[in-house]
């Protein structure tokens, strides 16, 4: 009966999972699906927006997976110098590393790291509740607030800031959060891409949702849009893009309402560095003017614009990171591999695999995910007569994990969280809310 590692419970892993039970070349597969954190789900958890709800609903497919018998939940379980790859090959009969792109790309420019700027996935980690996120408070003190990359991430970030509490009240944002964004005094979100309108990566769903907030208006300057040669005739675009672009030529052609928030979308402004101010925190961000490349790009014209802010969110993509015992492109941020197998020094190595953001780098919706998994799927069954498992074959991999010192959290432990957080929210007179640190969640998943 092979037994399959998947590591990682975020979509691609739990895709993973799936296309290996659903399957019926291979009969009597058996999927443990490990995950560093006591919670499954990932980034659906952990990354989708509360206000997402559809979205976020997306986790009652994935758990009808986890819950299938042939699959296995096993959480708090850390791949690392006690548990490195190696010894989950000796483990399993093969490995799926589903680890996603877990950090963040960087701008690269002086003023960085001032206090005060931080990467949109640390903002997110915050109000999702990640229990590694940092508590710093972010809008304390904010009124204008600038993030940088026009994609669905700095969408996400820049509704949350304009998001007021009778909207954030039926999530499951954790408490403080919540408090912290209902005390918020931001007033104008700026939101800036370093090329036009026809190449920002958000999609025009997310796009309009920022035009139907509460008490708030979109402000976009018609002679910025026209700077990109396919504003006038966006016909040659895709229809995505094309669809972006007419949203944006609407909002252009409205009079400012004067309502309470603003959200700007700005283009063609790279940032060229952070500004402190007296005090030693961010006080804004210093862009360079680009123009159209006439190849997609956008290149530099030596003039500059200064956009004041008390918070920067550097929104320009996820990066992966390497893991200690695989092999990793530092290039592109992935593993390497061919069509899912890992390569190791340009030769597939017998048992490992991966799928998701590890493997295709961190692009795509939840969505994308399912074909780049089935191909994983498709190529371990292929080799599965070739993949036989280092020494105890015939027992259960758990007591392997539990002997190298895993505390696994099972599926009846992430219940438990489940209902605590259920009970924290009936206690603070909302839906389920979200336990935000190691010691609650694991204090619930172990009954203490
Ligand atoms: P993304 O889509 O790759 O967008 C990154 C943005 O950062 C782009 O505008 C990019 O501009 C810009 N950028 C990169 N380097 C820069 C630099 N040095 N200076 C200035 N700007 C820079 O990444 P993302 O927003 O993190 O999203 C990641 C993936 O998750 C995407 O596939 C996204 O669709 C998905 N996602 C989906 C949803 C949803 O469906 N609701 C929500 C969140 C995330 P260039 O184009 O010029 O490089």
């Known amino acids: 009966m092979p037994h399959i590692a998947v590591v990682g419970s975020g979509p691609s892993g739990v895709y993973t999972a799936q296309g290996l039970v659903g399957q019926g070349r291979v009969p009597d597969v058996r999927v443990d699906v490990l995950d560093r954190l006591p919670c499954p789900y990932g980034l659906v958890r952990y990354g989708v927006a509360p206000d997402h709800e559809k979205i976020k609903s997306l986790q009652n497919n994935l758990r009808a997976v986890l819950e299938d018998e042939r699959v296995r939940f096993l959480g708090g379980v850390e791949i690392g110098p006690a548990l490195p790859p190696a010894k989950l090959l000796e483990l399993?009969?093969?490995?799926?590393?589903?680890?996603?792109?877990?950090?963040d790309r960087r701008l690269g420019v002086p003023g960085e790291d001032l206090p005060g700027s931080w990467s949109a996935t640390d903002f997110v980690?915050?109000?999702?509740?990640?229990?590694?996120?940092?508590?710093s408070g972010f809008v304390r003190g904010v009124?204008?607030?600038?993030?940088?990359?026009?994609?669905?991430?700095?969408?996400?970030?820049?509704?949350?800031?304009?998001?007021?509490?009778?909207?954030?009240?039926?999530?499951?944002m954790p408490r403080a959060a919540l408090d912290t964004l209902a005390a918020s005094e931001v007033r104008d979100?700026?939101?800036?891409?370093?090329r036009g309108p026809s190449q920002a990566r958000f999609t025009t769903k997310e796009l309009r949702e920022l035009g139907g907030l509460p008490d708030t208006e979109v402000l976009v300057d018609e002679r910025e849009l026209a700077l990109d040669p396919l504003y006038a005739d966006p016909s040659a675009l895709p229809a995505a893009q094309r669809r972006n672009v007419e949203v944006l030529r609407g909002w252009a052609a409205e009079?400012?309402?004067?309502?309470?928030?603003?959200?700007?979308?700005?283009?063609y402004l790279r940032?060229?560095?952070?500004?402190?101010?007296?005090?030693?925190?961010?006080?804004?961000?210093?862009?360079?003017r680009t123009r159209p490349d006439g190849h997609g790009g956008a290149t530099g014209t030596g003039l500059f614009e200064e956009i004041g802010a008390e918070l920067v969110?550097?929104?320009?993509?996820?990066?992966?990171?390497?893991?200690?015992?695989?092999?990793?492109d530092e290039s592109s941020g992935t593993v390497p591999h061919e069509a899912g197998r890992v390569l190791r020094d340009a030769r597939v190595a017998p048992g490992e695999y991966v799928a998701g953001w590890i493997k295709r780098g961190p692009t795509g919706v939840i969505g994308t995910n399912r074909p780049c998994a089935k191909e994983t799927?498709?190529?371990?069954?292929?080799?599965?007569?070739?993949?036989v498992r280092g020494g105890g074959a015939t027992r259960d991999p758990l007591s392997g994990l539990i002997a190298a010192g895993a505390r696994p959290v099972q599926w009846d432990g992430w219940r438990a969280i489940e209902r605590a957080e259920a009970e924290l929210g009936r206690g603070l007179g909302r839906g389920s809310v979200k336990i935000p640190d190691w010691e609650g969640l694991l204090g619930a998943a172990r009954g203490s």
């Open 125 to 135: 980690a915050w109000y999702s509740a990640h229990p590694d996120a940092i508590e």
């Open 377 to 387: 799927v498709a190529s371990l069954l292929d080799d599965a007569p070739a993949l």
């Open 271 to 288: 940032p060229a560095e952070l500004l402190a101010g007296d005090d030693g925190r961010v006080a804004g961000v210093r862009f360079e």
């Open 143 to 172: 009124r204008t607030a600038v993030a940088i990359g026009v994609g669905n991430v700095s969408v996400d970030v820049t509704r949350m800031l304009a998001r007021g509490v009778p909207e954030l009240l039926p999530t499951d």
């Open 189 to 194: 979100v700026h939101m800036v891409g370093r």
């Open 92 to 103: 399993y009969d093969a490995v799926v590393y589903c680890v996603g792109a877990a950090a």
């Open 313 to 328: 969110l550097r929104s320009v993509g996820y990066r992966g990171v390497p893991m200690e015992g695989l092999p990793f």
């Open 255 to 267: 009079p400012p309402r004067g309502a309470r928030r603003r959200i700007h979308l700005r283009f």
